[in-house]
């Protein structure tokens, strides 16, 4: 049975079950929280441990954590996980806003970015006995920057050279997923091994077929974020695109977090009042039933596609 790294240790692929491919646990900066009292670890940790409950309840058995190194807090997330019994599988990788240790004008090389994205998923994060089980990359409006390049090569070199898979952040009205294919291409990577993120902020198919025709998953991963679209946009999208056919190559999420430190909870909860880890399985999945997705297609979306994700393994 392959195996694949989660925060518990060594998890048998059967044991995936229903899992969230796009969420977070802590979304904050470190220079900020480790420099001011902004707010209260302990009580945080305990509301973490609430939120993966109530997700476990509903059924959902695996979260993958895609923060990128820049934000991660490793023992945070260890705590989070031991107190719920939520499956996590945590990043390695960088956001788009590349901090300037990665740049090109650090005269540092891409290889040594790659080597320490390996590390992570290799020998474990520093000493926290965590190894990473995904490699995180992102490219948002300004495109394919030169910086944001370098990471998304050395995340294609990491992958290759681990077979963990890539799992990306994009901005999809810019059909920046595409520019990032065409990177991963030129690195050698097998698209069919890559998962394209908030893929479902876009209802246009012609650019959702293309990026899944190159191989590639797409992540139809911010519901709850209905001020990116709509929630019965994204359910009509992919509505649309089972009946095409191309249910096997679309996983669900929220890009929900428990912890989110760039706004104020009051204003989050009013911008975004369900963006959270229980609105797929409340609300969303009933409502993709209603617009005529199958069982098979929902149960493909939410277990059998991430399954089969992790378990294309091995170095190339
Ligand atoms: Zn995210």
Same mark, same amino acid.
């Given at each position: 049975m392959p195996t694949i790294n989660s925060v518990g240790g060594p998890l048998d @692929? *059967?044991? =995936? +079950? /229903? @899992? =969230?491919m796009h969420e977070h646990i802590l979304v904050t900066s470190p220079g900020v929280r480790q420099n001011f009292p902004v707010w209260d670890r302990a009580a945080e940790v305990e509301r973490s441990i609430e939120k993966l409950k109530q997700a476990i309840a509903r059924g959902v058995r695996t979260l993958v954590d895609l923060t990128p190194t820049d934000w991660r807090d490793i023992d945070f997330v260890k705590e989070a996980v031991a107190g719920s019994g939520m499956q996590v599988i945590v990043a390695t990788g960088i956001y788009w806003e590349v901090p300037h240790y990665f740049r090109a004008q650090s005269g540092r090389s891409i290889d040594h970015i790659a080597e320490l994205f390996i590390g992570d998923i290799r020998d474990g994060i520093m000493d926290s006995g965590v190894r990473v089980g995904i490699i995180k990359c992102a490219t948002d409006e300004p495109g394919v920057t030169d910086d944001v390049e370098r990471i998304l090569r050395a995340c294609a070199k990491a992958h290759r050279a681990t077979g963990v898979p890539i799992s990306t952040h994009t901005h999809a009205a810019s059909q920046v997923g595409l520019k990032q294919q065409d990177v991963f291409e030129g690195e050698g990577v097998d698209l069919g091994r890559v998962i394209i993120g908030h893929s479902g902020d876009s209802e246009d198919l012609d650019y959702l077929r293309k990026l899944m025709d190159r191989g590639s998953c797409i992540g139809m991963d911010r519901f709850g974020l209905d001020l990116f679209l709509p929630t019965d946009k994204r359910v009509a999208t992919i509505a649309t695109l089972c009946e095409m +056919? $191309?249910? *096997?190559k679309m996983v669900l999420s929220h890009d %929900? %977090?428990? $912890? /989110?430190?760039?706004? *104020?909870s009051a204003l989050i909860q009013a911008l975004a009042p369900k963006w959270n880890f229980n609105f797929i399985p409340d609300e969303v999945i009933p409502a993709l039933r209603q617009a005529g997705v199958s069982d098979d297609h929902l149960r493909a979306m939410t277990v059998n596609n991430p399954r089969r994700i992790f378990e294309r393994q091995g170095r190339y």
């Open positions: @692929t *059967e044991q =995936l +079950g /229903f @899992t =969230l +056919g $191309y249910a *096997e %929900a %977090a428990c $912890y /989110f430190d760039w706004a *104020e």
